[in-house]
């Protein structure tokens, strides 16, 4: 069966390839595990420097990776350079992390030494997202690969020609064989690869899917698991000046088409006329946000969503929405018709209604009026997710308040939900992940610590009671 991958915006062929099945899973992963303990023994300079090699060749044909991005996710130029940028910056912060968080320390003792030494857990899968196709499983496999792991990775089947210039770099930086490979495919041929012989699962995608995982998982305590999942992040616009508002809340929320795991999905506004002048600047903001094809010639801020399938469920989720008793503010614009991926915001007011708690990913904004900062903060935490949430406010004392009482894992002040560091943690609470964050935190789940007592000479020892 052949799998394929289309240009959201112009319907064009990027890739196609053969789909790998079940047994080609079972190859993959018997010769991973062969590979696996040479790798291991590599020293850390050498598996370091096959990293640098790997960030060398991206950069050395960013552009073209970037357009290669571009072509099969919808995103904008703009947006894919950031994206090629933040893969190679990615090298020298993981193997930072390896260090700091995953490296080797040792203290003299009486008889000798105590010693901390971090070892890989051998064969890890790594399943990619398809909306940062490059950057997100590059998070994964970086830190495993320096931390002596060998990886099998599957990217989405929506971004498979991403994925293999990525195998193909990594080929190309000198890893010995089988140490890193690819598998192209669906649903069934991730499937073949975690419910077979692996040592990790590493996973970046919806909360549904890391809720299968954890319970196909339950009773393989053996395999570690890391879930970076998604939210529906709250962004508390308290005051200040309008335009300079709305714009933290464009970038917060339609960012990627909404297509970024961070983005805002509750805007909570208070009564009365400051909210109005920040919610009149925000639709006046969003309605002139056309989306736009990666190389039309005017640079846009949103291009597509993946693909129709996916837009046309956020416009069945919008409906959803006002058939619940939302009050539609913006209605999503269709600029090539409904049946294309294209999809402008949507804006929807749904104070006082009962609206599922789960991820629109698509720019689609929920707003929830509030008469004050107790409600608001009631509001944000109002939800089983807990990965990203932001407020904006000059007030100094409700950001204290704000960062001690919100439950999220990256939380912003005056600045947009979607901005995280690559040097800190990323990843949250609830259905948000499994305390697993990822980014530089990664070297945590690709290591595990061993401490060892250790003498160079036997000697005899004490014995209470023994008589001599």
Same mark, same amino acid.
Request: proline share 7%.
């Given at each position: 069966?052949?799998?394929?991958?289309?240009?959201?915006?112009?319907?064009?062929?990027?890739?196609?390839?053969?789909?790998?099945?079940?047994?080609?899973?079972?190859?993959?992963?018997?010769?991973?595990?062969?590979?696996?303990?040479?790798?291991?023994?590599?020293?850390?300079?050498?598996?370091?420097?096959?990293?640098?090699?790997?960030?060398?060749?991206?950069?050395?044909?960013?552009?073209?990776?970037?357009?290669?991005?571009?072509?099969?996710?919808?995103?904008?130029?703009?947006?894919?350079? +950031?994206? $090629?940028?933040?893969?190679?910056?990615?090298?020298?912060?993981?193997?930072?992390?390896?260090?700091?968080?995953?490296?080797?320390?040792?203290?003299?003792?009486?008889? +000798?030494?105590?010693?901390?030494?971090?070892?890989?857990?051998? &064969?890890?899968? $790594?399943?990619?997202?398809?909306?940062?196709?490059?950057?997100?499983?590059?998070?994964?496999?970086?830190?495993?690969?320096?931390?002596?792991?060998?990886?099998?990775?599957?990217?989405?089947?929506?971004?498979?020609?991403?994925?293999?210039?990525?195998?193909?770099?990594?080929?190309?930086?000198?890893?010995?064989?089988?140490?890193?490979?690819?598998?192209?495919?669906?649903?069934?041929?991730?499937?073949?690869?975690?419910?077979?012989?692996?040592?990790?699962?590493?996973?970046?995608?919806?909360?549904?899917?890391?809720?299968?995982?954890?319970?196909?998982? $339950?009773?393989?305590?053996?395999?570690?698991?890391?879930?970076?999942?998604?939210?529906?992040?709250?962004?508390?616009?308290?005051?200040?000046?309008?335009?300079?508002?709305?714009?933290?809340?464009?970038?917060?929320?339609?960012?990627?088409?909404?297509?970024?795991?961070?983005?805002?999905?509750?805007?909570?506004?208070?009564? +009365?006329?400051?909210?109005?002048?920040?919610?009149?600047?925000?639709?006046?903001?969003?309605?002139?946000?056309?989306?736009?094809?990666?190389?039309?010639?005017?640079?846009?801020?949103?291009?597509?969503?993946?693909?129709?399938?996916?837009?046309?469920?956020?416009?069945?989720?919008?409906?959803?929405?006002?058939?619940?008793?939302?009050?539609?503010?913006?209605?999503?614009?269709?600029?090539?018709?409904?049946?294309?991926?294209?999809?402008?915001?949507?804006?929807?007011? $749904?104070?006082?209604?009962?609206?599922?708690?789960?991820?629109?990913?698509?720019?689609?904004?929920?707003?929830?009026?509030?008469?004050?900062?107790?409600?608001?903060?009631?509001?944000?935490?109002?939800?089983?997710?807990?990965?990203?949430?932001?407020?904006?406010?000059?007030?100094?004392?409700?950001?204290?308040?704000?960062?001690?009482?919100?439950?999220?894992?990256? &939380?912003?002040?005056?600045?947009?939900?979607?901005?995280?560091?690559?040097?800190?943690?990323?990843?949250?609470?609830?259905?948000?992940?499994?305390?697993?964050?990822?980014?530089?935190?990664?070297?945590?789940?690709?290591?595990?610590?061993?401490?060892?007592?250790?003498?160079?000479?036997?000697?005899?020892?004490?014995?209470?009671?023994?008589?001599?």
């Amino acid at each position: 069966m052949m799998l394929r991958s289309y240009d959201p915006a112009s319907g064009a062929l990027v890739w196609e390839g053969a789909q790998d099945d079940a047994q080609a899973a079972h190859v993959a992963l018997n010769r991973a595990r062969a590979a696996a303990p040479l790798w291991a023994r590599t020293p850390l300079e050498e598996r370091i420097a096959a990293a640098r090699r790997f960030a060398d060749l991206v950069k050395g044909q960013s552009e073209e990776f970037a357009r290669l991005i571009a072509r099969e996710t919808g995103k904008q130029l703009w947006d894919s350079r +950031g994206e $090629v940028t933040a893969m190679v910056g990615k090298v020298e912060i993981s193997i930072a992390a390896q260090e700091q968080r995953a490296g080797f320390r040792e203290n003299p003792m009486p008889f +000798g030494r105590s010693v901390l030494r971090h070892r890989p857990h051998g &064969v890890m899968a $790594v399943l990619g997202p398809y909306n940062f196709p490059g950057h997100l499983p590059n998070g994964h496999i970086v830190p495993a690969l320096i931390a002596g792991n060998v990886v099998v990775f599957k990217p989405s089947e929506e971004t498979p020609a991403v994925g293999a210039l990525m195998a193909a770099l990594w080929e190309q930086a000198g890893l010995p064989r089988d140490v890193f490979q690819i598998l192209q495919g669906g649903r069934e041929t991730g499937a073949a690869l975690v419910s077979g012989n692996i040592d990790g699962l590493l996973f970046t995608g919806s909360a549904q899917a890391g809720r299968h995982f954890r319970h196909a998982f $339950v009773d393989r305590p053996e395999v570690i698991l890391a879930l970076e999942l998604g939210g529906n992040n709250p962004l508390i616009a308290w005051e200040g000046e309008a335009e300079a508002v709305a714009t933290l809340v464009t970038h917060s929320a339609f960012i990627t088409s909404g297509q970024r795991c961070s983005c805002a999905r509750r805007l909570i506004l208070p009564e +009365g006329p400051a909210g109005d002048r920040i919610l009149e600047a925000v639709l006046a903001q969003a309605s002139a946000l056309p989306p736009r094809a990666w190389d039309d010639p005017q640079e846009g801020f949103m291009g597509p969503l993946i693909s129709s399938r996916a837009a046309g469920k956020a416009r069945e989720a919008v409906a959803a929405l006002q058939a619940s008793g939302a009050r539609l503010l913006l209605a999503p614009s269709a600029p090539h018709g409904p049946d294309s991926a294209f999809m402008g915001a949507a804006v929807l007011d $749904v104070t006082g209604v009962a609206v599922p708690d789960e991820e629109i990913f698509a720019p689609v904004l929920q707003v929830i009026r509030v008469g004050s900062f107790d409600e608001a903060m009631g509001a944000a935490n109002a939800t089983r997710f807990g990965l990203s949430a932001g407020l904006i406010t000059p007030d100094a004392a409700l950001w204290e308040r704000f960062a001690s009482e919100i439950r999220a894992g990256v &939380v912003n002040w005056n600045r947009p939900t979607t901005g995280a560091a690559s040097a800190m943690p990323f990843g949250g609470l609830g259905e948000s992940g499994n305390h697993r964050p990822s980014a530089a935190y990664a070297a945590d789940y690709c290591a595990f610590p061993e401490a060892s007592f250790e003498a160079a000479q036997i000697e005899s020892l004490p014995i209470p009671g023994l008589a001599r």
